[in-house]
């Protein structure tokens, strides 16, 4: 299988504060994976390909101060909201890219995360 | 950069009836099509995907989707269609030349069966 979990699933903040989220591949190894937002009714927008023991690689539009990613092991990233504000409020669903012998690497997903900031 | 339009953004229909979901994507080089379904309150699953060989692709739950490259389409089908289908539908697409496989999603679908 190739599972990719969340956490936490729900964040409940006060605008001003950080906040971080965890994605974690279960049961393989991503040298890659990606973080997007989907806002209500709309589709997801990728905001950065996080790479393992790199800096990750922003989209055009998005502040990486703003959204900081850090892909410690080959089973980890995480992205911290710094500083958030009710416009950051969004469903942050991570990716993760298996490696394999074709030419591309599916990308399995996670549940999400809902952020509200207060 | 390529982009990608759905071109329902809500669908509702009965049991038994067939589905029809239009994806169109704008972009010249060779591509790889995907379309991914989520359910209520679960994660993104791949439905099925196209890379290469006959156009007509057949994925999980009864689903096709055929490429037609000259519409640079890629629309999804299922001839009937069961209460548990209800979820949004999207189609993607990752540009070959593109360094680290991204994907480019379109808006979405909705699609609502009624029992």
């Known amino acids: 299988g190739a599972v990719v979990s969340q956490h936490p699933s729900r964040v409940i903040c006060k605008s001003g504060t950080s906040v971080k989220i965890e994605c974690r591949s279960l049961?393989?190894?991503?040298?890659?994976m990606f973080w997007y937002r989907q806002f209500p009714k709309k589709s997801l927008m990728l905001m950065a390909t996080?790479?393992?023991?790199?800096?990750?690689?922003?989209e055009q539009g998005v502040e990486k101060d703003k959204f900081l990613i850090n892909h410690a092991s080959l089973t980890l990233s995480t992205l911290t909201v710094t500083s958030a504000h009710p416009e950051d409020s969004s469903f942050y669903i991570c990716?993760?890219?298996?490696?394999?012998?074709?030419?591309?690497?599916?990308?399995?997903f996670g549940p999400g995360t809902r952020l509200t900031v207060l | 950069a390529q982009s990608v339009s759905q071109h329902n953004h809500h669908v509702i229909l009965s049991e038994a009836a067939s589905l029809e979901l239009g994806c169109n994507y704008s972009?010249?080089?060779?591509?790889?099509l995907f379309w991914y379904v989520q359910y209520p309150g679960q994660h993104l699953q791949l439905l099925l995907k196209?890379?290469?060989?006959?156009?007509l692709v057949k994925g999980i739950k009864g689903f096709e989707a055929e490429f037609i490259k000259s519409k640079f389409s890629f629309n999804l089908r299922k001839p009937s269609v069961q209460w548990s289908d209800t979820a949004e539908y999207f189609c993607?697409?990752?540009?070959?030349?593109?360094?680290?496989?991204?994907?480019?999603f379109g808006g979405g679908t909705r699609v609502l069966v009624k029992p």
């Open positions: 993607a697409v990752n540009a070959r030349k593109a360094a680290g496989n991204k994907l480019t």
């Open positions: 049961d393989f190894q991503a040298t890659t």
């Open positions: 996080s790479n393992e023991g790199s800096k990750a690689t922003y």
């Open positions: 196209y890379f290469s060989g006959d156009p």
């Open positions: 972009y010249g080089g060779t591509v790889n």
């Open positions: 990716s993760a890219r298996k490696e394999g012998s074709g030419s591309y690497n599916e990308q399995f």
